[in-house]
């Protein structure tokens, strides 16, 4: 297994003030490496949402440290934190975030566009990370133009085409039909599988758990458990959870 390409130590986060001051996290560690897909899973509530935003450069966290491909972001500006989640990550979010106006190609180069990359070079990466995902035949389309399925695609494409090292993916099956959540997991899989990169999914869904090379369970803010999982194998069989009983997240 590779070098961690994001890493969270004990990390703390505490959201508001006084009476009404709430421990989102309490101390909480975790380490994604380059070539394996990690689920975080846990009830409302439990602090997933937190933690990603945290390794997300979104938030910063009350104390701890977050190192992002072996970058500490402490004591970095806001512009510093940008900067580096433009050139290290690339978000999935459960509600696509795609520009209605903007076509398929349009909206993946937005994040080429943000880091500068604006040549005739940034519009061949854009049609190779759409082909990747299997629209390369809807490139010129609108997103009332596509399918669920197809708008988390090009979500996707957008996620990868800066070749960030970590992706990191906030429920992005919820609002899919089982065939469509299976197909995208599919695509994540395969993304994970290169050695530089690796992919973190926040999800309360049961049923993407076979396509997970390590599952990690969050309540209360801290994490209580991990396992390790074999994938491509049985991913027809959702009955068998392991040591957690995902069915109840």
Known sequence: MSEPVIEAVDVVK???SGAGEVHALKGVSLAVSGGELTLLMGPSGSG??????ILGCMLTPTSGQVRVDGQSTAGKSAEELAKLRREHIGFIFQSYHLFPTLT????????????????????????????????????????????????????????IVGNASTILADEPTAALD???????M????????????????????????????????IEDGRIIGEERRNTGVNKGNEAEYGIYDYAQI
């Open 14 to 16: 505490r959201l508001g």
């Open 104 to 159: 398929a190609a349009d909206n993946v180069r937005l994040a080429l566009d943000v880091r500068g990359e604006n040549s005739a070079r940034s519009v061949v990466k854009c049609e190779e990370a759409l082909a990747r995902v299997g629209l390369g035949h809807r490139t010129g389309a609108f997103p009332r133009e596509l399918s669920g399925g197809e708008q988390q695609r090009v979500a996707i494409a957008r996620a």
């Open 186 to 217: 599919e695509l994540l899989s395969e993304i994970a599988k290169d050695a530089k990169r690796g992919v973190l999914v926040v999800t309360h869904d049961p049923r993407i758990l076979p396509f997970a090379n390590r599952v990690v369970c």
């Open 48 to 53: 997933k949402t937190t933690l990603l935003s």
């Open 178 to 184: 089982s065939e469509n959540g299976h197909a995208i």
